[in-house]
């Protein structure tokens, strides 16, 4: 505990001494829930709030913080209807609606939260135009994330976590140079760590994209693009057991990302484990079975356990639904040069890993890490 958070705890407990002398004081129940927010303590903080309310009715800044302890708590509900009653007292708070809008956003409600970030609020503050964007993100609406970015760094171009926002924008709308530039004023940012170390993993700097990805996640444990970093990471080191650890552990914490799913299998599938590798593969085409990378790497298992008429099924519907996906395009080179040969293809694939394949030098592997990593 550093020092600051211990004088938080000190402050609360002095307190709520004071309060067991006088418990139904209002002015001091109110002291202490703020200490205990400020303590990070949002339980305690709603319980005093709680007390405070039997007394009397809370209203304005009281309100307001009740919302924010029962957000820290995880209990969205009741924040979004503290931070409607604080709205009552004053509708033309822009700080409350982004308080609505980022409770609702933690809730899921993501088209909910977007609706509460008018453009007087995006205007005003900063967080909520990070909001806004990582709102727009989320939903899949890059064309207006896009769009919306730059008028927003403009704006604000000294407030770090919106930088930060952009930068893993700007990596999916495939702008590595603004991505970098955000990155690097996003400062320690997690977001932004992890945008740099990405950047550094497709430049095959290895040791500094793992410090990078290290630093993210010792800043932000729950850190799903940090973890499927470090794995692609440990997978172009060569370490294919502990990169599916990794790779599995995103997967799961992104739970839909069809792209971390065929990264957990490839993993496998590289450490010999082809059962393990199919079964993320078909997990992948669980969450979406136009997904033409989970078809394209099922089919290469399948051709190299010798289901070749399976295979070729596989081979030719994910021409169809996406010919230029790197899986897609491997199981139609590994079936072309075989013929469907179960042997040839697999001395193929061993020797395409190990040797260069491509005019700039660059190995099976090379190409795989790449394809995972924008994936």
Same mark, same amino acid.
């Given at each position: 505990m550093d020092m600051a958070s211990q004088d938080s705890v000190e402050k609360l407990e002095r307190l709520a001494d004071f309060l067991k002398a006088d418990p139904e004081n209002p002015a001091l129940l109110a002291d202490c829930a703020q200490a205990a927010l400020e303590a990070d303590q949002p339980a305690d903080a709603t319980a005093f709030f709680k007390r405070l309310e039997a007394i009397? *009715?809370?209203? +304005?800044?009281?309100?307001?913080?009740?919302?924010i302890a029962a957000m820290r708590s995880g209990d969205q509900q009741a924040a979004q209807l503290w931070f409607a009653k604080a709205l009552d007292d004053n509708l033309g708070d822009p700080g409350l609606r982004f308080n609505i809008a980022w409770s609702k956003a933690l809730a899921k409600d993501f088209e909910g939260a977007a609706e509460m970030l008018e453009a007087d609020v995006v205007e005003a503050l900063p967080q909520a135009a990070m909001l806004d964007l990582q709102i727009e993100h989320e939903l899949?609406?890059?064309?207006?994330?896009?769009?919306?970015?730059?008028?927003?760094?403009?704006?604000? *171009?000294?407030? +770090?976590?919106?930088?930060?926002a952009a930068s893993v924008l700007a990596m999916d709308v495939d702008d590595p140079d603004l991505a970098r530039a955000a990155a690097e004023k996003g400062g320690d940012h997690p977001d932004?760590?992890?945008?740099?170390a990405t950047l550094d993993l497709g430049d095959r700097?290895?040791?500094?994209a793992r410090g990078q990805y290290e630093k993210a996640l010792a800043t932000r444990p729950f850190n799903p693009r940090a973890e499927i970093g470090l794995g692609l990471v440990d997978l172009a080191e060569g370490n294919a057991q502990n990169a599916a650890t990794r790779l599995d552990k995103?997967?799961?914490?992104?739970?839909d990302h069809l792209g971390t799913w065929i990264a957990a299998g490839w993993a496998h599938f590289i450490g010999g484990d082809l059962d393990a590798a199919r079964d993320r593969f078909e997990t992948a085409l669980k969450h979406d079975d136009t997904f033409g990378e989970a078809h394209g790497s099922l089919a290469v298992i399948e051709l190299l356990q010798g289901d070749t008429e399976s295979a070729e099924?596989?081979?030719?519907?994910a021409k169809r639904l996406d010919r230029e996906a790197f899986s897609t395009a491997l199981a139609a080179m590994l079936w072309e040069q075989s013929q469907g040969n179960q042997e040839k293809a697999e001395q193929i694939?061993?020797?395409?890993s190990q040797q260069p394949i491509m005019p700039n030098g660059s190995t099976l592997m090379d190409e795989l890490i790449k394809?995972?990593?924008n994936s």
């Open positions: 009397e *009715p809370l209203a +304005g800044g009281d309100a307001n913080a009740a919302g899949g609406h890059f064309d207006e994330a896009a769009g919306k970015m730059h008028a927003y760094l403009e704006k604000f *171009p000294d407030y +770090g976590p919106l930088q930060a932004a760590l992890t945008t740099l700097k290895l040791d500094d995103g997967a799961e914490q992104f739970v099924r596989r081979i030719e519907v694939f061993r020797i395409a394809a995972l990593g």
